[in-house]
């Protein structure tokens, strides 16, 4: 679950690169979808305890 919040947070900072850099959205697209699938998964595992 740890890892998971890392790379939330990491592909979350990435996005915010991205945009404040002036790219497309679609240029960080795969990192929101990457820091939303992360956010899941340590839902789940919290979840299931």
Request: hydrophobic share 60%; aromatic share 2%; net charge positive.
């Amino acid at each position: 679950m740890t890892a998971a919040t890392g790379l939330a947070l990491l592909m979350t900072g990435a996005a915010v690169v991205h945009l404040r850099h002036g790219d497309p959205p679609v240029r960080a697209l795969p990192a929101v979808v990457l820091a939303l699938t992360a956010v899941a998964y340590a839902g789940v595992a919290i979840g299931t305890g």
